[in-house]
T-cell receptor, first 115, second 115 residues
Framework: GAVVSQHPSWVICKSGTSVKIECRSL??????MFWYRQFPKQSLMLMATSNEGSKATYEQGVEKDKFLINHASLTLSTLTVTSAHPEDSSFYICSARKQLNTEAFFGQGTRLTVV | KQEVTQIPAALSVPEGENLVLNCSFT??????LQWFRQDPGKGLTSLLL?????REQTSGRLNASLDKSSGRSTLYIAASQPGDSATYLC??????????????FGGGTRVLVKP
C-alpha cells in the first residue's frame, strides 16, 4: 500500500510556543490531505482538508488561525499549532489517498503535549 | 449528517474464537467504506476497502461485508490471535460537492484476544 509519513511522532512544547507537524506522501502525489485530531479513547475528528495550492477547508469549530495548514507541494502538508496551550495536547493524524475511490492511508500520528 | 456507530465498544474473546465487529451508518449514499486497525498510540492501518457497489471484501483471515440498504458493515476475523488485539475502526466515505469529501469514523471497537 501507499505510504504516508508523519513527523515528528511526538513533541513536547511549552505553552505559548508554536509547533509544526509534517505529513508527506512518500510514493504518490496527493492534491488533498486531511488532518484529524484524536482524544484518548475516542475516535478521529476531522479538523481540516488541506488542498495543494489553495486554502485549507476547516471543519466547524476549528480555529483556522490557531491551526495553520500549508499544502505547498503535492507530497507535503504541514499543520502548525500556534500559541499552543495545554488543551491543544492531543494526537494529530494526517491522511491522504491517491484517488477518491481508493484507500485512505494514514500517517503514524503525532502526540503533542503542551506543558 | 453522516453518523457511524460501532457496537460493541469493547470485546474480549479467547484465542481461536471468531470475531464479529459491527458498523452502522445513517446515510446510505456512501462512496466506499473502509476498515482500519489502530494499535495504542499509533496511526491507522488500512485493512479492507469496500466500494459502494461491492457486497464484501476478503483479505486472509479478514472478511468485510457491506449492506448499503440497511446501512451496515460487518468485519469478520477468523481464528483470532493475541496479535489481533487492537482497536478496529470503520469509516464511511461520502462525496458531497457542497460539503466536500468526508471520511466519517465510528467510535471503534477495542478488541482483546486472550491467549
Amino acid at each position: 500500500g501507499a505510504v504516508v509519513s508523519q513527523h515528528p511522532s511526538w513533541v513536547i512544547c511549552k505553552s505559548g510556543t508554536s509547533v509544526k507537524i509534517e505529513c508527506r506522501s512518500l510514493d504518490f502525489q496527493a492534491t488533498t490531505m486531511f488532518w484529524y485530531r484524536q482524544f484518548p479513547k475516542q475516535s478521529l475528528m476531522l479538523m481540516a482538508t488541506s488542498n495543494e495550492g489553495s486554502k485549507a477547508t476547516y471543519e466547524q469549530g476549528v480555529e483556522k488561525d490557531k491551526f495553520l495548514i500549508n499544502h505547498a507541494s503535492l507530497t507535503l502538508s504541514t499543520l502548525t499549532v500556534t500559541s499552543a496551550h495545554p488543551e491543544d495536547s492531543s494526537f494529530y493524524i494526517c491522511s491522504a489517498r491517491k484517488q477518491l475511490n481508493t484507500e485512505a492511508f494514514f500517517g503514524q500520528g503525532t502526540r503533542l503535549t503542551v506543558v | 449528517k453522516q453518523e457511524v456507530t460501532q457496537i460493541p465498544a469493547a470485546l474480549s474473546v479467547p484465542e481461536g474464537e471468531n470475531l464479529v465487529l459491527n458498523c452502522s451508518f445513517t446515510d446510505s449514499a456512501i462512496y466506499n467504506l473502509q476498515w482500519f486497525r489502530q494499535d495504542p498510540g499509533k496511526g491507522l492501518t488500512s485493512l479492507l476497502l469496500i466500494q459502494s457497489s461491492q457486497r464484501e471484501q476478503t483479505s486472509g483471515r479478514l472478511n468485510a461485508s457491506l449492506d448499503k440498504s440497511s446501512g451496515r458493515s460487518t468485519l469478520y476475523i477468523a481464528a483470532s490471535q493475541p496479535g489481533d488485539s487492537a482497536t478496529y475502526l470503520c469509516a464511511s466515505f461520502i462525496m458531497i460537492k457542497a460539503a466536500g469529501n468526508k471520511l466519517t469514523f465510528g467510535g471503534g471497537t477495542r478488541v482483546l484476544v486472550k491467549p
